[in-house]
């Protein structure tokens, strides 16, 4: 099987597996527990959190552990909201849906919410979210990365409007991180979502990064855990296992930057040259390098991912979290993309373990899938497949 869908979940590197496995097995103790197995797990969490702030260039006591980016999204989210005076909000119209939901939500509690639109390429332009604030903004949420087209956004630009108007910034890394180097210290972000799954950790585990002095209330109360913000016994193992992740990604990741560049690079170039009435969707420069998302004209996206399954190749025509839903791309729609165009599209995201091999094979499936499609499109006619 070729697997192309790492902006979906990435493969849990082996190096990760082990550092898991104690605390499966002997090191089993509760964190809060005072006696030396405790002690042991909450000496393994402390560490973990030193190695996730690391990658973002935080300090440790910035981090709190959460069950992955829709959590993280939404503590920064009601947590801001809910100790602000401010029933406003700020965020993009092609966020995912773990942002998206949640401000609807407010919407409901008669907040009002600000949709920024993007260009052509997924772009959001600062002067737009300037032009929204209010006197009642009481937040601003700008994805760092699409999790669709790839389009990195100009966060380091908004973040300093909103220090300017002294409003809470928070930006849904979990696409970005690890994918290209990110600096909350240099970018000027209050508040930043991770998830492990998407840097080769395991499932249900991530972070929020919480700039000191920024005042957030917790969602889920309990027994204190995490000063207090995320109360729950925690996820030791998987825990450890996303402290490795980031200390992996970390160390590798200039190589990897390499790696991804090099192989959508090929994917592209080949696609693009070999399949007529093709397009390369989001910004052409300021994008994740592991990201590359097409329309084939007089193709229906489904069709195409099912065919390349038959293939043994895993690709998705966008977020995983919502494909099941059966909706069109609100970011496609958002982008200016006609029904055609949002239908036709396709994602395929590279990880560490993708080779040149495997995507010289991909593209030669989908010269075959597409042309056998196109044959029994109803577009036949209109673009003389």
């Known amino acids: 099987m070729i697997y192309l869908d790492n902006a979906a979940s990435t493969p849990v590197h082996d190096i990760v597996i082990q550092e898991m496995i104690p605390y499966f097995k002997e090191q089993y103790g509760n964190p809060s527990s005072i006696h030396k197995y405790g002690r042991l797990a909450n000496v393994a969490i402390q560490n973990a959190r030193k190695q996730i702030a690391a990658l973002i260039n935080a300090t440790p006591e910035e981090i709190f552990l959460t069950s992955g980016g829709t959590e993280s999204n939404n503590t920064a989210i009601h947590g801001i909201t809910a100790q602000s005076k401010g029933r406003h909000v700020i965020t993009s119209a092609i966020e995912h849906d773990a942002i998206l939901e949640p401000c609807k939500l407010l919407e409901k509690q008669d907040y009002r919410v600000s949709y920024i639109p993007v260009d052509k390429y997924g772009m959001v332009n600062p002067d737009d979210v ?5 006197t009642d903004t009481s937040l601003i949420t700008i994805m760092y990365a699409n999790n669709e087209v790839g389009t990195v956004q100009p966060i380091k630009e908004i973040a300093t ?6 409003i809470p910034f928070h930006t849904d890394a979990v696409q970005a991180v690890g994918k290209i180097p990110i600096d909350v210290k240099i970018d000027g972000v209050d508040l930043l979502s991770v998830s492990s799954h998407k840097i080769n950790g395991p499932k249900g585990v991530g972070a929020l990064y919480i700039r000191k002095g920024v005042k957030i209330s917790p969602l889920i109360l309990g027994g204190g855990q995490e000063k207090g913000l995320r109360s729950g016994t925690e996820n030791v193992a998987s ?10 990604a970390k160390d590798n990741l200039s190589q990897n930057m390499v790696h991804f560049k090099n192989l959508t690079t090929k994917l592209s170039n080949r696609i693009l040259s070999e399949i007529p009435d093709t397009t390369l969707n989001g910004h052409p420069e300021k994008r994740i390098t592991n990201n590359a998302h097409f329309t084939f004209l007089g193709v229906n996206g489904e069709d195409l991912i099912i065919k390349l399954d038959e293939h043994k190749i895993a690709a998705s025509t966008g977020s995983a979290c919502s494909v099941r839903i ?14 055609e165009q949002i239908t036709g599209s396709l994602r395929l995201t590279v990880g560490i373990t993708n080779t040149e091999t495997e995507i010289d094979e991909t593209v030669n499936v989908l010269k075959q899938v ?5 044959a029994v499109s109803p577009y036949k006619s209109k673009y003389n497949f």
């Open 130 to 134: 300037r032009k929204e604030i209010t």
């Open 161 to 166: 409007i909103a220090q300017e108007k002294n």
């Open 239 to 248: 825990i450890v296992g996303f402290g490795t992740a980031c200390r992996l």
């Open 326 to 339: 059966q909706k069109a791309s609100h970011v496609l729609k958002a982008m200016g993309f006609s029904h």
């Open 370 to 374: 597409v042309k056998e499609l196109r």
